[in-house]
Nanobody
Framework: QVQLVESGGGSVQTGGSLRLSCEAS????????LAWFRQVSGKERERVAG???????NYADFVKGRFTISRDNAKNTLYLHMNSLEPEDTAMYYC??????????????????WGQGTQVTVSS
């Protein structure tokens, strides 16, 4: 059974940085995509970034150039480095994984496991 536990959220001012972490257990292969999603209350959960095969990454247009996704397989941990944060980045951020091999689907319905989320708040 895969378990995902996020941490690292908090409150920052516009232009600040945060690093989110997601510790994965029961998860052994980098061929399974790990991704970050975010959700604002009342809106749909949207994918922020994904990583598979250690080096294949993809990003939503709204975070390109500001956020970087990475994973440390030795620590079974996924990261999201967030720079130049904006108030529009305020959301609950979730870590997710899928059992699909070698691909990070954009659709949240194709992810099988989710963490409990960590709140990010950016003030102007």
């Amino acid at each position: 059974q895969v378990q995902l536990v996020e941490s690292g959220g908090g409150s920052v001012q516009t232009g600040g940085s945060l690093r989110l972490s997601c510790e994965a257990s029961g998860y052994t292969s980098s061929r399974y995509c790990l991704a970050w999603f975010r959700q604002v209350s009342g809106k749909e959960r949207e994918r922020v970034a994904g990583i598979v095969n250690d080096v294949r990454t993809n990003y939503a247009d709204f975070v390109k150039g500001r956020f970087t996704i990475s994973r440390d397989n030795a620590k079974n941990t996924l990261y999201l480095h967030m720079n130049s944060l904006e108030p529009e980045d305020t959301a609950m951020y979730y870590c997710a994984s899928t059992v699909i091999l070698d691909y990070c689907p954009p659709d949240r319905s194709r992810y099988n496991y989710w963490g409990q989320g960590t709140q990010v708040t950016v003030s102007s």
